[in-house]
């Protein structure tokens, strides 16, 4: 059970690929994935550095692939940012965003991530960094036969 979460999910590189101010090539299971934790109860913001007519295109562009966001760029829908009242910074549980530490891990980790991780808040999974994992060498046959 997600108990509301609300996810805030970065749009050029993480949702498309990165091509500012254009709209990139959607990203493997982008949507997919989005459709299926908006299904599952999470709400979803689009926290993007687009503003104005480049933000509107980002929010239609994602309508239209099947998903509806419950703010853009706010913490909550209709919200109006006041700099003297209020910190810049979103309020959300979890941040998805290709500028993470790490890099941006894809879509299927992602879901996997929040499957394990907060849906059955399972603590023991260990969640390897996509960035880490290429870096790995596998181990062929014989060393793991003979530990060499």
């Not at 970065?10 to 498309?16: E, K, S």
């Amino acid at each position: 059970m997600n108990n509301n979460k609300i996810i805030a999910v970065d749009f050029d590189g993480t949702i498309v690929e990165d091509a500012y101010p254009e709209i990139g090539k959607v990203k493997l299971f982008a949507f997919d994935t989005l459709k299926k934790l908006q299904s599952k109860g999470y709400r979803l913001i689009l926290w993007t550095y687009r503003y104005g007519r480049r933000l509107n295109e980002a929010v239609e562009f994602c309508r239209q692939n099947g998903v509806e966001f419950y703010a853009a760029n706010n913490s909550f829908e209709g919200e109006t940012f006041d700099p003297a009242a209020q910190s810049r910074k979103i309020h959300a549980d979890y941040f998805i965003d290709d500028r993470n530490l790490g890099g941006f891990p894809g879509w299927g980790e992602i879901y996997e991530i929040i499957k394990y991780k907060i849906e059955f808040d399972i603590e023991g999974k260990e969640v390897i960094p996509y960035s880490k994992r290429k870096s790995q060498k596998k181990e062929g046959f014989f060393s793991r036969l003979f530990g060499k």
